[in-house]
């Protein structure tokens, strides 16, 4: 046994490992670990740097389950919720279920304390990474390479699940913090569905986690969710929870509820929903999408502005050259806005109000 696998095996530490190897480890390994209490057995391997599956020996399995973190690398509560769920399963002290792949998306950018080092790793799925995207984003950088090896994780992850039984149930929680405060500080993106009814257990899922605001998003991305649904079938969300804060400044208590329920769902007990009530939640649909286009791209807005605040029509949001961003609805409300993005980039969505019918 190596020095990193032993060292692995001991702490259960995997955040470090990751982020002492940013790009690569020199080799991947796996192992088998034994529940404390019920004996059974799991089988961790890790892939690559940032990338560790879970999978129960000799019981039968219904879910392939992704959650990753960190694809923005400063973007750090989910990474440590994350990190903690993935410690005790390697220590013995959480109970797996079901097949669990944990990706932490860009450990280079968490040591910089930033969200990318060259370029955005959630503008570069379905095939994103091999596109030229315009200004600021040449055809070669590391994080292209892992963003397809990413896609080629989550792929083998899928495919080596539908070889052990024909009716299998595949999940991608795609955990991220947002740049800037919200009114509804815990929400998650609904990638579009091609026409696909959207499922409200998944919202009653989210409900448990603490995060009862939902934007639907009608039109391809190339974001992590939007690939794992698209290509796979898989229900993935981009789950939004609270604020960007620095390592261990974050107050994990806020995120009691999701990793509680993150627990339960990898460990197999019973999740509790009430009836689905849409008065429970907040939904919303996405209305306008800017990218910026002009070196001269503001938001007339000032920077503490939260997320969800809405504009009476007609208010100018942004100024994009010669060209002014106009608030069209009634109630449309500002997210993700971002004038320092490359051109060619999103810097803006607006949403509305809307119900899941
Ligand atoms: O707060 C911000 O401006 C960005 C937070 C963030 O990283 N959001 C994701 C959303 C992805 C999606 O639309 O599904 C992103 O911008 O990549
Ligand atoms: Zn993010």
């Given at each position: 046994?190596?020095?990193?696998?032993?060292?692995?095996?001991?702490?259960?530490?995997?955040?470090?490992?990751?982020?002492?190897?940013?790009?690569?480890?020199?080799?991947?390994?796996?192992?088998?670990?034994?529940?404390?209490?019920?004996?059974?057995?799991?089988?961790?391997?890790?892939?690559?740097?940032?990338?560790?599956?879970?999978?129960?020996?000799?019981?039968?399995?219904s879910?392939?389950?992704?959650?990753?973190s960190?694809?923005?690398?400063?973007?750090?509560?989910?990474?440590?919720?994350?990190?903690?769920?993935?410690?005790?399963?390697?220590?013995?002290?959480?109970?797996?279920?079901?097949?669990?792949?944990?990706?932490?998306g860009?450990?280079?950018?968490?040591?910089?304390?930033?969200?990318?080092?060259e370029?955005?790793?959630?503008?570069?799925?379905?095939?994103?990474?091999?596109?030229?995207?315009?200004?600021?984003?040449?055809?070669?950088?590391?994080?292209?390479?892992?963003?397809?090896?990413?896609?080629?994780?989550?792929?083998?992850?899928?495919?080596?699940?539908?070889?052990?039984?024909?009716?299998?149930q595949?999940?991608?929680?795609?955990?991220?913090?947002?740049?800037?405060?919200?009114?509804?500080?815990?929400?998650?993106?609904?990638?579009?569905?091609?026409?696909?009814?959207?499922?409200?257990?998944?919202?009653?899922?989210?409900?448990?986690?603490?995060?009862?605001t939902?934007?639907?998003?009608?039109?391809?991305?190339?974001?992590?969710?939007?690939?794992?649904?698209?290509?796979?079938?898989?229900?993935?969300?981009?789950?939004?929870?609270g604020?960007?804060?620095?390592?261990?400044?974050?107050?994990?208590?806020?995120?009691?509820?999701?990793?509680?329920?993150?627990?339960?769902?990898?460990?197999?007990?019973?999740?509790?929903?009430?009836?689905?009530?849409?008065?429970?939640?907040?939904?919303?649909?996405?209305?306008?999408?800017i990218?910026?286009t002009?070196?001269?791209?503001r938001?007339?807005?000032?920077?503490?502005?939260?997320?969800?605040?809405?504009?009476?029509?007609?208010?100018v949001?942004?100024?994009?050259?010669?060209?002014?961003?106009?608030?069209?609805?009634?109630?449309?409300?500002?997210?993700?806005?971002?004038?320092?993005?490359?051109?060619?980039?999103?810097?803006?969505?607006?949403?509305?109000?809307?119900?899941?019918?």
């Open positions: 046994m190596d020095n990193i696998q032993q060292q692995l095996q001991e702490t259960g530490d995997f955040l470090s490992l990751t982020r002492q190897y940013e790009w690569s480890l020199p080799n991947g390994f796996s192992f088998t670990v034994k529940h404390q209490s019920s004996q059974t057995k799991s089988k961790v391997t890790v892939l690559e740097t940032g990338l560790i599956t879970f999978e129960p020996i000799e019981r039968s399995t879910k392939d389950i992704i959650l990753s960190g694809v923005h690398g400063n973007e750090t509560a989910p990474i440590e919720i994350c990190a903690k769920l993935v410690q005790q399963l390697i220590l013995g002290k959480l109970e797996l279920a079901e097949r669990v792949l944990f990706i932490f860009n450990p280079a950018a968490m040591n910089i304390a930033e969200r990318f080092v370029e955005n790793m959630n503008r570069l799925f379905s095939g994103g990474h091999s596109i030229d995207q315009g200004a600021g984003s040449g055809l070669i950088n590391k994080e292209r390479h892992r963003a397809l090896l990413l896609e080629n994780t989550v792929s083998n992850f899928y495919l080596e699940g539908a070889k052990l039984s024909a009716s299998r595949r999940f991608h929680y795609d955990l991220h913090t947002a740049i800037r405060g919200a009114k509804y500080d815990k929400f998650a993106v609904y990638p579009h569905t091609h026409g696909k009814a959207r499922k409200t257990e998944q919202l009653q899922f989210l409900k448990a986690c603490g995060v009862n939902i934007l639907l998003s009608n039109s391809p991305t190339t974001t992590f969710s939007y690939y794992s649904a698209h290509q796979f079938g898989a229900d993935a969300f981009t789950v939004e929870l604020k960007v804060k620095p390592f261990g400044e974050n107050d994990m208590s806020e995120f009691a509820q999701v990793k509680s329920t993150l627990e339960k769902f990898i460990s197999g007990q019973p999740l509790h929903y009430s009836a689905y009530d849409e008065n429970d939640f907040n939904i919303f649909v996405i209305s306008q999408i990218n910026r002009a070196d001269n791209f938001l007339n807005f000032s920077d503490d502005v939260e997320n969800f605040t809405d504009f009476p029509i007609d208010y949001l942004a100024q994009d050259g010669e060209n002014e961003i106009k608030v069209k609805k009634q109630g449309e409300a500002i997210i993700f806005p971002n004038a320092q993005v490359a051109i060619g980039q999103r810097a803006l969505l607006t949403v509305v109000p809307t119900t899941l019918a």
